[in-house]
């Protein structure tokens, strides 16, 4: 497997355009699956993940083509409601296909996504929403059977903000007869540009990024195009790398006015922002950083996907910080290998208690998911030495070009391709 080299101590300088949004594109490329006609989607990010999502929908009949940092998608001609097990345990994102699937077909099959690394992820809400719009759920054998004579629109409460069951839940009822209300409904900015989408191919979708969404259901819905919103999370993680760095990083291509809660907690540790444009800022790493606590939360909130790579610089700020997650319940894989490179961190319960040190020291490590790898990348550009993160593979599902972006910022880093094994 390829490895990331970073030999830390250079300060970051300079811009960098942020991709495609990861999770938004991943919604859009399931509620494709409700469209009669070729769409278009642009700045759509070179992921793993997003190929994977390709896959998955290929094998239902969907024709996917890339076209530079388009997807031209069509699914007019659907035949298969039913994805293999060996494609959709990949990527948990699969199971979002699952609400649009039986809005054009009546009925889907989809195996449970199962445990994965950063704690159980049930999707009891995914279904209870389908449920209310008249679905019959079956689960059998690890895999998720849903029928419905006709979809009805329904008031749906959710007992917890779900991005994903929001998701699959507004896909639904985009063909549903009549009125979807989804209350306590997740506000993710991924979540307003889905609607974007949909209503751009002739769906009717209202208040979506606010806690209450109305669906009112239509007949079909069309082909059209789409241009997929800038990543925060990137965009998030870039900052960061600038403030940890004591460098000057500017980020382009985002909703600033997505950020606030990542913009709000660096200044916290010291770092000066200033706001270039709606879709640029620029933040300048402080002499020192100040530690501080942090908490997880659904959007307003600060995200869970940026927790492991905030944590890797309270690691080196001066004083005691708290970091709570209160989103995933084993999201500190990081927290061992950060450890290896000298950060003093003690979990308790869902806590983490980071006491600063002066510095850390470059060590082989090992990404254990996806944030935790960038994480442990930006422990490595302030460490003592040379860093050496193995399983690149996890930072590959969701960071377009990490390493190339991150020279471009002037850091000394490089990824090494693994060589073939050999026989004999
Ligand atoms: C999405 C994002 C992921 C992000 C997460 C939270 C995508 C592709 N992924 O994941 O990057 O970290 O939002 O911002 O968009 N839950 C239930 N029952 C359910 C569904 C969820 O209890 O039916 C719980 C989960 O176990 C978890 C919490 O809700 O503890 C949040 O999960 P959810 O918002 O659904 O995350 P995802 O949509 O999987």
Redesign the pocket.
């Known amino acids: 497997m390829d490895s990331l080299h970073i030999r830390g101590g250079r300060p970051l300088n300079g811009q960098v355009m942020v991709s495609g949004a990861?999770?938004a594109a991943?919604?859009i490329m399931a509620g494709c699956v409700l469209g009669e006609g070729p769409i278009r989607l642009q700045r759509v990010p070179f992921l793993t993940d997003i190929e994977v999502m390709s896959a998955v929908l290929r094998t239902l009949g969907v024709t996917v083509a890339r076209q530079g940092d388009s997807l031209v998608i069509d699914a007019t001609h659907i035949d298969n409601g039913a994805p293999p097990y060996e494609l959709v345990s990949k990527m948990?994102?699969s199971f979002?296909i699952l609400g649009p699937l039986v809005a054009r077909l009546g009925k889907a099959s989809i195996p449970l996504p199962g445990g994965c690394a950063i704690?159980?992820?049930?999707?009891?809400?995914?279904?209870?929403g389908l449920k209310a719009m008249g679905c019959e759920v079956v689960i059998d054998h690890g895999t998720v059977h849903v029928t419905a004579e006709k979809l009805v629109g329904a008031p749906v409460y959710l007992d917890?903000?779900?991005?994903?069951?929001t998701?699959n839940i507004m896909m639904a009822a985009v063909l549903a007869d009549g009125r979807t209300t989804i209350e306590n409904a997740?506000q993710?900015p991924?979540i307003a540009d889905l609607a974007k989408f949909l209503n751009g191919l002739g769906a009717k979708i209202t208040g979506a990024g606010t806690d209450t969404i109305i669906i009112d259901g239509v007949k079909h819905v069309t082909g059209g195009e789409h241009s997929v919103i800038g990543d925060r999370?990137e965009a998030g993680t870039y900052l960061i790398a600038g403030a940890m760095t004591r460098g000057r990083v500017q980020v382009q291509g985002v909703p600033i006015d997505a950020m606030g809660a990542i913009l709000s907690k660096l200044q916290e540790v010291g770092a000066m922002i200033s706001i270039d444009s709606p879709e640029s800022c620029t933040v300048f790493g402080p002499d020192f950083l100040r530690a501080t606590d942090l908490r997880t939360l659904?959007?307003p909130g600060f995200?869970?996907?940026l927790q492991a790579p905030f944590m890797a610089m309270l690691a080196v700020a001066r004083g005691t910080s708290m970091v709570a997650e209160t989103?995933?319940?084993n999201r500190f894989l990081h927290v061992d290998e950060f450890q290896r490179m000298g950060a003093q961190v003690r979990i308790e319960g869902h806590c983490a208690v980071v006491q600063g040190v002066p510095a850390l020291t470059g060590a082989h490590v090992q990404s254990t998911d996806l944030r935790a790898a960038a994480a442990l990348a930006l422990a490595g550009l302030v460490a003592q030495g040379d860093t050496v993160l193995g399983k690149l593979h996890h930072l590959d599902r969701g960071y377009e070009n990490f390493d190339g972006k991150l020279r471009q910022l002037g850091a000394d880093v490089h990824r090494l391709e693994a060589a073939p094994l050999t026989a004999g």
């Not at 917890?160 to 069951?165: K, L, N, R, T």
């Open positions: 990861k999770n991943l919604a948990r994102a979002f704690g159980s992820r049930p999707v009891d809400l995914h279904l209870k917890y903000p779900s991005v994903g069951a998701e997740a993710e991924e999370i659904p959007f995200p869970t996907d989103v995933f319940e």
